[in-house]
């Protein structure tokens, strides 16, 4: 069965400063991968997604991600991180050799620090 | 604005009771997705349908269901409620057949079980 990890449950990062938000994945074949964000009492917000092609994915507010196979991971980055940024954020897999289930690891809350 | 409507957004209820709770997708979104979302448990797949047919199940419990009607709303049944039950939770539209598209969230629905 498909399953990603987000190792970290916060990062703190100061604004301006490049950010990181790790995540790992478990598929038995190439997985669909995507990124959401989630602000308070808000529902999720997709960020930007990886199905095939490029390993370097560029989405929605100057995130972006790296696609590893070799490593399994689909970290979220940006170059400069803003106050605005501070949320939850969700990486999710979806195993296309199975069926439709999108599963989501448990989320990574970023703190920007001013 | 998602586009996906949930309802309702706060729902207080008592232990052994049964609640349902409404999710209108997109317009022209054939598939839904129902999550639950709790504090230690994090995003937690339940179960979606494409065009009235079920074609995901995850973890739900058996005092669960759902279905989704012809006008492609859907409703998720939460019956004999527990504690453990008090969760938001989220439906998610998608306009891609086989998950390949990024889920549209809606606001989610607040239960809690006293």
């Known amino acids: 069965a498909q399953s990603v990890a987000q190792p970290e449950d916060q990062v703190n990062v100061a604004e301006g400063n490049p950010l990181t938000v790790k995540c790992t994945y478990s598929v038995s074949g190439n997985p669909y991968l995507f990124w959401y964000v989630q602000y308070p009492n808000r529902g999720l917000q997709f960020l930007l997604k990886y199905i095939t092609g490029d390993n370097l994915v560029k989405g929605s507010y100057g995130f972006e991600a790296e696609f590893n196979k070799s490593q399994t991971s689909f970290h979220l980055k940006k170059p400069s991180a803003l106050v605005s940024d501070s949320a939850l954020y969700f990486c999710?897999?979806?195993?296309?050799?199975?069926?439709?289930?999108?599963?989501f690891g448990k989320g990574t809350r970023l703190h920007i620090l001013p | 604005d998602s586009g996906v409507t949930q309802t309702p957004k706060h729902l207080i209820t008592a232990t052994g009771q049964r609640v349902t709770l409404r999710c209108s997708p997109r317009s022209g979104d054939l598939s839904v997705y129902w999550y639950q979302q709790s504090l230690d448990q994090g995003l937690q797949f339940l179960i979606q349908y494409y065009n009235g047919e079920e074609r995901a199940k995850g973890n739900i419990l058996e005092r669960f269901s759902a279905q989704q009607f012809p006008d492609l709303h859907s409703e998720l049944n939460l019956s004999s409620l527990e504690l453990g039950d008090s969760a938001l939770y989220f439906c998610?539209?998608?306009?891609?057949?086989?998950?390949?598209?990024?889920?549209?969230f809606g606001e989610g629905s607040r239960l809690t079980v006293l």
């Open positions: 998610a539209s998608s306009g891609l057949s086989g998950g390949t598209g990024e889920l549209f």
């Open positions: 999710a897999v979806r195993d296309p050799n199975r069926d439709d289930k999108i599963i």
